[in-house]
């Protein structure tokens, strides 16, 4: 195991946002965080970074916290203004590998120009980032982490206002991850891709939590009674339900 919680608590000045909340990450585990708006999401990736401790509990890492941990927040967060190009951006994730002189070595290189076509966005790598689309800036913040080459990524809210085939892309790259024993925690929206490519899931609402697989956390019943979806979305989403999990059964065995 890389990383447990057991009985946080977490919030903001001693009040609470959500409470009882436990759950546990290994090596090529791929946990979806699922909530509504205020349910504590990002405060739960504010703690496992670090620039938050909880109020209570207990968050533990198998030896030492991991010297990286890639990092990938919501795109609101990021100012695309920033005159600089493609692959500048990119070259960020060498910045903890950097030598005395500051400078990238061929290493370093060859592991940038990796990230650009395992990506899709080599022949990008000049363009200014104001120029690129959703989907081009995405790739190239998931290169930027591939090039961190650390074992443990948090991804917040990843697929926000991309297309779809960017979405698959991307979704393709974590499977990548997780048989290459990286550990992937990232907050998502599109219960399909929790059912398809995730192996635990954390439902969190209303002040509380619900660890587990996704077919077990995620039935139409637990997302109304932690307030993510309505009864009449629930009615909908049980025939879907039903759908997916047949559809994803043997995931844990990835």
């Given at each position: 195991?890389?990383?447990?919680?057991?009985?946080?608590t977490?919030?903001?000045?001693?009040?609470?946002?959500?409470?009882?909340?436990?759950?546990?990450?290994?090596?090529?585990?791929?946990?979806?965080?699922?909530?509504?708006?205020?349910?504590?999401?990002s405060?739960?990736?504010?703690t496992?970074?670090?620039?938050?401790?909880?109020i209570?509990?207990?968050?533990?890492?198998?030896?030492?916290?991991?010297?990286?941990?890639?990092?990938?927040?919501?795109?609101?967060?990021?100012?695309?203004?920033f005159?600089?190009?493609?692959?500048?951006?990119?070259?960020?994730?060498?910045?903890?590998?950097?030598?005395?002189?500051?400078?990238?070595?061929?290493?370093?290189?060859?592991?940038?120009d990796?990230?650009?076509?395992?990506?899709?966005?080599?022949?990008?790598r000049?363009?200014?980032?104001?120029?690129?689309?959703?989907?081009?800036?995405?790739?190239?913040?998931?290169?930027?982490?591939?090039?961190?080459d650390?074992?443990?990524?948090?991804?917040?809210?990843?697929?926000?206002?991309?297309?779809?085939?960017?979405?698959?892309?991307?979704?393709?790259?974590?499977?990548?991850?997780?048989?290459?024993?990286?550990?992937?925690?990232?907050?998502?929206?599109?219960?399909?891709?929790?059912?398809?490519?995730?192996?635990s899931?954390?439902?969190?609402?209303?002040?509380?939590?619900?660890?587990?697989?996704?077919?077990?956390?995620?039935?139409?019943?637990?997302?109304?009674?932690?307030?993510?979806?309505?009864?009449?979305?629930?009615?909908?989403?049980?025939?879907?339900?039903?759908?997916?999990?047949?559809?994803?059964?043997g995931?844990?065995?990835?």
């Amino acid at each position: 195991m890389i990383l447990s919680a057991h009985e946080l608590t977490l919030g903001y000045r001693g009040q609470a946002v959500v409470s009882d909340l436990s759950f546990e990450v290994g090596a090529g585990d791929v946990l979806a965080v699922v909530g509504h708006n205020g349910s504590g999401k990002s405060t739960l990736i504010k703690t496992i970074l670090g620039t938050l401790a909880p109020i209570k509990g207990q968050l533990s890492w198998q030896g030492q916290r991991p010297s990286q941990i890639a990092f990938l927040g919501q795109r609101s967060e990021f100012d695309s203004r920033f005159p600089v190009r493609l692959r500048d951006l990119v070259e960020m994730g060498t910045w903890r590998s950097l030598g005395f002189t500051g400078q990238i070595d061929s290493g370093g290189r060859t592991a940038i120009d990796m990230a650009m076509d395992r990506t899709g966005i080599a022949e990008l790598r000049d363009m200014p980032l104001h120029t690129l689309s959703a989907g081009q800036l995405q790739r190239a913040l998931f290169a930027r982490a591939i090039v961190q080459d650390a074992s443990v990524i948090l991804l917040d809210e990843p697929f926000t206002a991309i297309d779809q085939s960017t979405e698959a892309d991307l979704l393709s790259l974590i499977d990548e991850w997780s048989v290459e024993r990286r550990a992937v925690i990232m907050v998502l929206h599109d219960l399909s891709a929790v059912l398809h490519h995730c192996h635990s899931s954390l439902l969190l609402g209303r002040g509380k939590s619900l660890f587990g697989t996704p077919s077990a956390t995620l039935t139409p019943d637990n997302l109304v009674n932690f307030g993510y979806l309505t009864q009449s979305q629930a009615s909908w989403q049980a025939k879907m339900f039903k759908t997916e999990t047949t559809s994803s059964e043997g995931l844990s065995d990835v």
